[in-house]
């Protein structure tokens, strides 16, 4: 059964603080696994997308990167805007072609000044 | 450009009554996707639309229904409507498919009461 795991479920860190969210996957068919940044009461931002294990990309203080089970998305010196709940989300394909994305429950993100 | 616009923000409804919901997508993008969120489920994907077709489904009852229009803005009805529908419905729209990435829209608010 296809499933995405994200932990922790919530994070606090102090401003500055270095961290890593992670994203455990099993979804066949495999394409591409997303990264998404929601704030209360909006829709998620797209963050990332990653093709390909060993593969990495950067935005600001986030580096994503991706091996064959999971991704990880790595906060280097957050700042208190950074509070957020990140989700993560495999898409692929199934056997009929039809398109399938299945998102994590998502980390909650909180940076103190 | 215009990101994804979805109307109403926000809607209160009554169990039994029926509700439709609107989504007009990027400029240029084809695909249009719908997610229900609630916090104990999180992001649950309802359908995909693609040049007017129903592309893919997720699991939800039937009265979930959708259509897409010629210029690609989308309609999401729901039906006999139930407390438990109460949740964030998202649109989100892709270039080609979900395999590209999604951008989302703020959302529409509903409860039923």
């Known amino acids: 059964e296809d499933q995405v795991t994200q932990s922790p479920e919530a994070l606090r860190l102090q401003e500055g603080e270095s961290s890593s969210l992670n994203c455990s996957y099993t979804?066949?068919?495999?394409?591409?696994l997303f990264w998404y940044r929601q704030d209360p009461g909006k829709g998620p931002e797209f963050l990332f997308t990653l093709y390909s294990a060993g593969e990495e990309k950067e935005k600001e203080r986030l580096k994503a990167t991706l091996t064959k089970k999971e991704s990880f998305l790595h906060i280097t010196a957050p700042k208190p805007e950074d509070s957020a709940t990140y989700l993560c989300?495999?898409?692929?394909?199934?056997?009929?072609?039809?398109?399938?994305?299945?998102f994590g429950s998502g980390t909650r993100l909180l940076v103190r000044p | 450009k215009a990101g994804v616009t979805q109307t109403p923000r926000y809607l209160i409804k009554t169990r039994g009554q029926q509700v439709t919901l609107s989504c007009s997508p990027i400029?240029?993008?084809?695909?249009v996707s719908w997610y229900q969120q609630t916090p104990g489920q999180g992001l649950q994907f309802l359908f995909e639309?693609?040049?007017?077709?129903?592309?893919n489904k997720g699991n939800f009852p039937g009265r979930f229904s959708g259509r897409q229009f010629s210029n690609s803005r989308s309609e999401m009805n729901v039906s006999t409507l139930e407390l438990g529908d109460s949740a964030l419905y998202l649109c989100?729209?892709?270039?080609?498919?979900?395999?590209?990435?999604?951008?989302f829209g703020p959302g529409t608010r509903l409860t039923v009461l």
């Open positions: 979804v066949s068919g495999l394409r591409g």
């Open positions: 989100a729209s892709s270039l080609l498919d979900g395999y590209n990435e999604q951008f």
């Open positions: 989300a495999g898409g692929g394909y199934r056997g009929d072609s039809s398109y399938k994305l299945i």
């Open positions: 400029s240029g993008h084809r695909s």
């Open positions: 639309y693609f040049s007017e077709t129903q592309r």
